[in-house]
């Protein structure tokens, strides 16, 4: 897949800080357009951090540093606006509305000026790519397997037609099989040239799909380039893959 040569998202030398604790280190990232790219690192690592502050939400609070997207400063913008300008994010945890219906859960993604023919054939679309989906729409999404609420709000955030999406640690909590599911749910979006960046701890699944990763050691970037680049590392190597 040919990708832009001109950075989608950069984030460029951001510290964060949780108070008076700094979280992250002069991070810096760029994403393509059509590229995905992986933020891989342990727990604690900062991960999540640095997906926060792209997004806009607080805290984390940004002492330094700057992020751009499609050219625009959106450092100091409020998530909804950063919403506005195509990026959906899919946090931690697969957060679904319950007591709706998964059809519910998919409509909350439909823009508020988009008419009717032109939801349906969003719906339709959403469908094609996640048939369990048109299954289960009458089905509560309380009653959904973790697998399943993935699935979901991978949709919910599709039927918004982002420019990116950016996730958050989409096989924790999964058991293998719905993991490898998963990551295959994530490599058929990729196939679409819709740009991802995403985070996870799984460096094995996640470098499988990635076309470039980011390794992150508390808050800061020690490793950065193609999966086969920065697993061919003999420290990364025993470091993280205990070879």
Do not use: C
Not at 43 to 67: D, M
Not at 126 to 136: D, T
Not at 163 to 188: A, C, F, H, N, W
């Amino acid at each position: 897949m040919l990708f832009s040569n001109e950075a989608l998202l950069k984030v460029d030398k951001v510290n964060a800080f949780y108070g008076e604790i700094r979280v992250l280190w002069d991070v810096s990232i760029e994403v393509r357009k059509g590229e995905l790219v992986s933020i891989l690192g342990s727990n604690g690592a900062g991960k999540s951090t640095l997906l926060q502050a792209i997004i806009g939400v607080r805290p984390p609070i940004l002492k330094s540093g700057s992020i751009t997207f499609s050219g625009k400063d959106i450092t100091k913008l409020p998530a909804w606006d950063i919403k506005k300008e195509g990026i959906s994010f899919i946090p931690e945890g697969r957060g679904v509305f319950s007591s709706m219906s998964v059809l519910e859960n998919l409509l909350l993604g439909v823009g508020v000026n988009s008419k009717k023919e032109e939801a349906n054939e969003l719906l339709e679309q959403v469908y094609e790519m996640f048939p369990r989906l048109r299954e289960m729409k009458n089905r509560k999404a309380g009653t959904l397997s973790g697998g399943e609420r993935q699935m979901l709000v991978l949709g919910r955030s599709l039927i918004a037609i982002p420019s990116m999406i950016i996730i958050d640690e989409p096989s924790l909590g999964l058991d293998p099989k719905t993991v490898t599911r998963v990551y295959q749910i994530v490599r058929d979006i990729h196939v679409r040239e819709i740009t991802t960046l995403m985070s996870d701890q799984n460096i094995f699944y996640a470098s499988e799909i990635a076309d470039r990763i980011y390794l992150l050691e508390s808050g800061r970037i020690v490793a950065e380039g193609t999966p086969k680049e920065v697993l061919g590392r003999e420290d990364i190597k025993k470091r993280y893959l205990g070879l």
